[in-house]
């Protein structure tokens, strides 16, 4: 049973920073999936904001209103996914999860929340002004 559990929320002024950490446990990392990091802010839906093809590593995938200030990562050694968040707005406001898939998919889908069958608690990021 894969466990997703994430840390490293909290608040900052905009344009600060922060390194969200999702431990992730039970995955099959043979079976070329995605690890992806999806926001939820109140009142509106789950979005994507930054995934990782884990089949090679390399392919990696930003939301618009992130790229360019987020980096996604990942620590195998210790089974960990990273999002280090830097410039950070007000409109990044949300609570953050941690989410993966096991199988391949197209990479089209990567930013679909129904692509993903494994979910962790979320960590609250707040940007003030």
């Known amino acids: 049973q894969v466990q997703l559990v994430e840390s490293g929320g909290g608040s900052v002024q905009a344009g600060g920073s922060l390194r969200l950490s999702c431990e992730v446990s039970?995955?099959?990392?043979?079976?070329?999936?995605?690890m992806a990091w999806f926001r939820q802010a109140p009142g509106k839906e789950r979005e994507g904001v930054a995934a990782m093809y884990i089949g090679d590593g390399s392919g990696t995938y930003y939301a618009d209103s992130v790229k360019g200030r987020f980096t996604i990562s990942r620590d195998a050694a210790n089974d960990t996914l990273y999002l280090q968040m830097n410039s950070l707005k007000p409109e990044d406001t949300a609570l953050y999860y941690c989410a993966a898939r096991e199988d391949w998919a197209a990479s089209s889908l990567v930013f679909s929340r129904y692509l993903y069958n494994y979910w962790g608690q979320g960590t609250q990021v707040t940007v003030s002004s």
């Open positions: 039970g995955y099959d990392y043979r079976r070329n999936g995605y």
